[in-house]
């Protein structure tokens, strides 16, 4: 058991040394949603040159600016998502049902004694920008290679052997799935100091069932500020500073079982990761007549400081003899960092039809190659390795969206959208020619497809003071899941149904 006492040592000082997060997790946290409020969403979020609507706010600020009354808004979500996965000729398929809330706003109007400024708008929101809830697995039973296979070349890549065998836990040179593996006998070393796996040890022919479980939780939020105008009814500007949040958790298993003894174990991770950050963003809307508007915004980064708790735990039985490694829920290990998110550029187009019709369009471009991690303190390990990785994988990736909304009467209108979000990693990386890295002791990465979001829904103005919206959503997407970085691709296909109800009122 001593390989068992030598793991307890590097989960207590792992907080110290290497960092669970990587170029891949950086890029969870900051790619976002299809968010809002009823009319914006059902209208596929091109909101960015029309204003006069809270989300439209969040897309640009000089949307705030349009506004000629003030205005308490509030939106519930329930999303009901599916994710099939195929491995190997298995498939398997897990929903999970979530209502949430996504904002909450004011949005009020002061006026000014001025033909050219006739007001000063301000407005508070809280948006919720990402939920994470979901749940998936992928699995398929007589397979010729094993996660082991993989953890014993990763091992013989490391510089130092002893520096796995000993499970030295304040060494930041240390790669600690190799450490975690080792001590939970999923590798063992031989006399030339080199590591060969468990699968296959003793019987050449043997095979392995796979099963992968995970659950994700939490959702990233947003606090914004909002202040604009509208100058000689021909220029609307606007200036928004936000406050985000991130909350994310983060659970998973590998189970192996192999064909000869019956030999298994389960790998299981979690990490739990909270952020707080800010950003500003910039805006402007150009009315050259009244039946075309066209919008610009930039956002600023979001720079957060970050922190992870983690653990990672090995339950094996070889050859009908349990042997486990402690891990620490309680407190655990930690890591402090900081995180740049990539700053966006918005250009956005409308036309206004009378009284009668709109149809909008937004372009939005962001570069997720900027994303950069940096630690908080004035340690020795600097992120330059994750920094680069994060240049490999990805690239400049484009968002549109369009919209339509019809005014059937006064009170009664419909609505209908498409936005589509382009994935953002390189050609290079979908194609296997370059293999993304994994942090900390969590072996599975996702590269995700391109999205498509269609919206639909309608509006009904009770009184010219309140109102309601609903809107409805199917998004689907298809992503590439590997278990670990040798293994055979596991095809995800995430269909989601959203529906949205807002309440609102003017005044």
């Not at 370059?434 to 942090?439: D, L, Q, W, Y």
Request: aromatic share 14%; glycine share 8%; charged share 20%.
């Amino acid at each position: 058991m001593k390989r068992v006492f030598t793991l307890a040592l590097v989960l207590t000082s792992i907080a110290g040394g290497a960092s669970a997060q990587g170029s891949l997790d950086a890029f969870n946290l900051s790619y976002n949603d299809l968010k809002g409020t009823a009319r914006s969403v059902s209208m596929g979020g091109a909101f960015g040159a029309l204003g006069g609507d809270v989300s439209g706010i969040a897309i640009n600020p000089a949307g705030i600016g349009v506004y000629t009354k003030s205005e308490i808004v509030t939106t519930l979500n329930f999303a009901n998502t599916s994710i099939k996965s195929n491995f190997s000729g298995n498939s398997m398929d897990d929903k999970k049902f979530k209502v949430n809330f996504d904002n909450l706003a004011f949005v009020g109007t002061v006026p000014i004694e001025s033909d050219v400024v006739p007001l000063i708008n301000f407005g508070f929101s809280y948006n919720n920008l990402k939920s994470f809830n979901r749940k998936y697995r992928a699995g398929a039973n007589g397979l010729n290679q094993s996660f082991t296979q993989y953890l014993a070349d990763r091992a013989n890549n490391q510089k130092d052997f002893d520096n796995i065998t000993s499970g030295n836990g304040y060494n930041t040179a240390n790669d600690w799935m190799s450490v975690l593996g080792y001590s939970g006998y999923l590798i063992d070393e031989t006399d030339s100091k080199t590591f060969i796996p468990t699968f296959r040890q003793e019987n050449t022919t043997e095979t392995a069932n796979t099963d992968l479980y995970i659950q994700e939780k939490g959702n990233v939020s947003s606090y914004d500020f909002n202040v604009g105008t509208t100058i000689d009814d021909i220029l609307s500007i606007g200036l928004t500073v936000a406050v985000t949040d991130i909350d994310y958790h983060l659970s998973s298993t590998l189970y192996e079982k192999f064909s000869s003894n019956n030999d298994d174990y389960y790998l299981d991770n979690e990490l739990k990761t909270d952020g707080t950050g800010w950003q500003v963003k910039a805006g402007l809307i150009f009315k050259p007549i009244k039946e075309l508007r066209i919008g610009a915004a930039y956002h600023s980064p979001t720079w957060y400081n970050m922190t992870d708790r983690y653990y990672g735990v090995v339950d094996a039985s070889w050859n009908s003899e349990l042997i486990g490694t402690p891990g620490y829920r309680e407190g655990g290990a930690s890591n402090d960092y900081k995180l740049r998110t990539p700053d966006k550029w918005i250009f956005s187009l409308a036309g206004i039809i009378g009284q009668y019709a709109i149809i909008s369009a937004d372009y939005e471009l962001t570069n997720y190659s900027k994303t950069n991690l940096s630690n908080r303190y004035d340690r020795d390990y600097n992120f330059s390795r994750e920094n680069g990785l994060t240049e490999q994988y990805f690239k400049n990736s484009s968002t549109i969206r369009v919209g339509a909304e019809i005014r059937f009467t006064p009170q009664f209108s419909g609505r209908v959208g498409y936005m589509w979000q382009q994935s953002p990693f390189e050609k290079e990386v979908k194609d296997r020619n370059i293999i993304p890295e994994t942090a900390g002791t969590v072996p599975q990465y996702t590269i995700v497809g391109d999205a498509n979001h269609f919206t639909w829904g309608l509006g009904y103005k009770f009184t010219p003071n309140f109102y309601t919206d609903i809107a409805f959503v199917i998004k689907n997407r298809k992503d590439d899941l590997y278990l670990y970085q040798d293994s055979d691709k596991v095809e995800l296909k995430t269909n989601q149904f959203s529906g949205l109800i807002t309440f609102g009122c003017r005044f």
